[in-house]
C-alpha cells in the first residue's frame, strides 16, 4: 500500500505546500544564490531556524543565502585542517622535538637492520 503512494507522486514534482491558505503560519523567506546565480527563496516558518546553505533547485549545486546575517557569521570562520587541531595543542618547539625522537627512532632502526 505504501508502496503504492510513493509511486503516485514523484519526488520534487508535486509541491504539497498551500499557496492559497496565507494565513496557516507566520513565514520568513530566505533567499539563496547557488554556483551558477540562479537565485531563489525557500519558506520556512517563523520558529524555523535557517540553514546557511541550500541545494539549487536547478541544479543541484550549493547555494548560500543571500539575506539575513547567519551567512555572515559562517563565512567568517575557516574551516579547520587537521594542522589547525594539531598546531592548537602543541607548539612548533613541540613539534620539533618530537620529529628529532621520532628520526632518532628510525636511524636506531635502520643501523639495527644493518647490524644484523
Ligand atoms: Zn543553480
Known amino acids: 500500500m505504501a508502496d503504492r503512494t510513493l509511486r503516485g507522486s514523484r519526488m520534487g514534482s508535486v509541491s504539497y505546500e498551500n499557496e492559497y491558505g496565507a494565513e496557516i503560519a507566520p513565514r520568513q523567506g530566505a533567499d539563496y544564490r547557488c554556483l551558477r546565480g540562479h537565485t531563489f ?6 520558529e524555523a531556524e535557517i540553514p546557511g546553505t541550500w541545494d539549487c533547485r536547478l ?4 547555494a548560500e543565502r543571500i539575506n539575513g546575517p547567519v551567512t555572515e557569521a559562517k563565512k567568517v570562520k575557516p574551516p579547520r585542517t587537521h594542522w589547525d587541531m594539531l598546531i592548537e595543542r602543541r607548539s612548533i618547539a613541540d613539534l620539533e622535538d618530537v620529529l628529532a625522537e621520532r628520526l632518532d627512532v628510525l636511524k636506531a632502526r635502520r643501523s639495527n637492520t644493518k647490524s644484523a
Open 41 to 46: 527563496t525557500v519558506p520556512f516558518s517563523e
Open 59 to 62: 541544479d543541484g549545486t550549493v
